[in-house]
């Protein structure tokens, strides 16, 4: 299993200054901050007045907890029960943070006021990245199995930003390429990890003893054990075309001939043709 990724600085919680409060290269601290961006809401109120809010199920009120442990600042938690689209006894908890220090420092990593959801991108600071996205989906994601019993890890968010970074980072670990794209229904980004490539992003991001959702942490476990049964076909990896393959297509007059020639689909064939014409790929020198 992986180990812990050591932190670059010490959290210095007996130090009055706050100097380190929000340092970004502290893995809690990215954590927090990008669960923070996700279900986080920064409001102004009349002059310098304002608050910062995170808002969520009462199972998870653990998390506010911490983060109001790593926050050197007043804050508090209350419980409420109300009636939602979803329930008719909603039992939440909200962490509300004051301090205009700690909202300045906050806004200014990346956590706009108001309305947010198409506008929080990474951090432009030095940041720890697995933690940051760990914070990500622990806010807005999902980890488990399908009702099929396959192991996915996924992540829904309306910011474009977001979504690339996520599929950036998750094909350097799980070497699986995604193309985010909106759904048509909502305008929502709905990036998913299945099976083996679950595994190893999740593995990654839910390392031992970092901070996390408790439920997703053991989510995350779980998925280590899985194995791909014996009568499921092997995993996809894609062929990707060389300059030589490219000009052997393009002296063909016939996809077919080209085809067979390469040990290629028709249809892998006719559409890097396509691509190659277009100009949406460079043409082999």
């Known amino acids: 299993m992986a180990e812990r990724e050591p932190s670059a600085h010490q959290l210095a919680f007996d130090d009055p200054s706050a100097s380190g409060f929000m340092d970004l290269e502290v893995p809690e601290y990215s954590y927090m901050f990008g669960f923070l961006q996700m279900d986080g809401h920064l409001e102004k109120g009349t002059g310098q007045k304002g608050r910062l809010t995170a808002e969520i199920n009462i199972r998870d009120v653990d998390i506010l907890r911490r983060f109001q ?21 909603h039992h939440s908890a909200t962490w ?18 108001g309305r947010k959801s198409k506008q929080i991108k990474p951090p432009r600071v030095p940041f720890s990245r697995r933690d940051y996205l760990r914070g990500v989906i622990d ?17 829904a968010t309306q910011s474009t ?12 670990v799980a070497e699986v390429q995604r193309h985010p794209k909106r759904n048509e229904r909502d305008g929502i980004y709905n990036v998913m990890y299945a099976m083996e490539a679950a595994q190893k992003l999740s593995a990654h991001l839910y390392y031992p003893g970092c901070l996390a959702l408790e439920r997703k942490q053991t989510s995350a476990d779980s998925l280590i054990g899985w194995t791909r049964p014996a009568d499921m076909r092997a995993a996809y990896t894609a062929r990707r075309w060389k300059e030589w393959e490219d ?31 277009s100009g949406k790929v460079p043409m082999p020198e």
């Not at 301090?99 to 420092?105: G, I, P, V, Y």
């Not at 488990?144 to 890890?153: C, N, Q, R």
């Open 96 to 113: 509300t943070l004051c301090s205009l220090e700690a909202r300045t420092k906050i806004n200014d990593l990346g956590l706009p006021y």
């Open 161 to 172: 930003a977001i979504a690339v970074y996520l599929c950036f980072y998750a094909r350097k």
């Open 69 to 89: 442990e790593l926050t050197p600042y007043n804050s508090s938690i209350k419980e409420r029960v109300r009636e939602t689209n979803f329930a008719k006894a």
């Open 247 to 277: 000009r052997v297509l393009l002296k063909h007059d016939s996809i077919a001939a080209a085809a067979e020639e390469l040990g290629r689909t028709y249809q892998s064939c006719n559409l890097r043709r396509w691509r190659l014409l």
């Open 139 to 155: 806010a807005d994601g999902s980890v488990g199995y399908t009702g099929k019993g396959l192991p996915y890890i996924t992540l």
